[in-house]
């Protein structure tokens, strides 16, 4: 059984621009859970996503924002970087509402 | 709004010695509690979920216990490979919209031979 996957691993990018994150979700699971990780921090959720749409959403602003297709992969994209976004961006997947397990994260980094 | 508050924030063990985090939550009602093993730069692994008071659970040198306002993760005679941070994690009520995880800051363990 494969488990959640994400890319890139790490990111570098410059204030005002955009990014695309990607998730694969584990194998069997149809629910999508996005969170952002500061460094020294517990993790934020961000939204989640159940059969291709939203269900659920964290304090983000609307520059965040997400997708779900159709085999229950996932991105995460955000518009208008600013340097408090740097962060550990991580996916986790389940089976609607059972136990989230997460990916390894994407590093991200704002200059 | 769920709260979840995690102590002490760091722990430094010698290899032998047990110890217990804390994991203190308010919630509007309480689904699932959750730990979670964070290995620097990695994402969370699973550990164990617990629904209602009373419950405890055990892995190798780990048992998670449950009270109506606290969880408490207990390491006996930890071992090098048990340094990680551990994050304790609420799930949103059945009412409310997704599956979310409220996390507290974690507490790092650091265990010395």
């Known amino acids: 059984e494969t488990g959640v996957t994400q890319s890139p691993t790490h990111l570098i990018k410059t204030r005002g621009q955009q990014v695309t994150l990607r998730c694969s979700s584990q194998?069997?699971?149809?629910?999508v859970s996005w969170y952002q990780q500061a460094l020294g921090q517990g993790p934020q959720f961000i939204f989640q996503?159940?059969?291709?749409?939203?269900?659920g959403r964290g304090n983000f602003p609307p520059r965040f924002s997400g997708l779900q297709f159709p085999n229950y992969s996932s991105e995460l994209n955000v518009n208008a970087l600013e340097l408090d976004d740097s962060a550990l961006y991580l996916c986790?997947?389940?089976?609607?509402?059972?136990?989230?397990?997460f990916g390894p994260g994407t590093r991200l980094l704002v200059l | 709004e769920d709260q979840v508050t995690q102590s002490p924030e760091a722990l430094r063990l010698q290899e032998g010695e047990s110890s217990s985090l804390n994991c203190s939550y308010t919630?509007?009602?309480?689904?699932?509690l959750f730990w979670y093993r964070q290995d620097p730069g990695k994402g969370p692994e699973f550990l164990f979920t617990?629904?209602?008071a009373g419950e405890e659970k055990e892995k190798e040198r780990l048992k998670a216990t449950l009270t109506k306002k606290e969880s408490f993760l207990h390491i006996t005679a930890p071992k090098p490979e048990d340094s990680a941070t551990y994050l304790c994690?609420?799930?949103?009520?059945?009412?409310?919209?997704?599956?979310?995880?409220?996390f507290g800051g974690g507490t790092r363990v650091l265990v010395k031979p």
């Open positions: 986790a997947s389940s089976r609607s509402q059972e136990t989230q397990y």
């Open positions: 194998s069997g699971h149809n629910t």
């Open positions: 996503y159940y059969r291709e749409e939203e269900n």
């Open positions: 919630v509007s009602g309480l689904r699932g």
């Open positions: 617990l629904y209602s």
């Open positions: 994690a609420v799930q949103a009520p059945f009412w409310a919209a997704g599956n979310k995880l409220t």
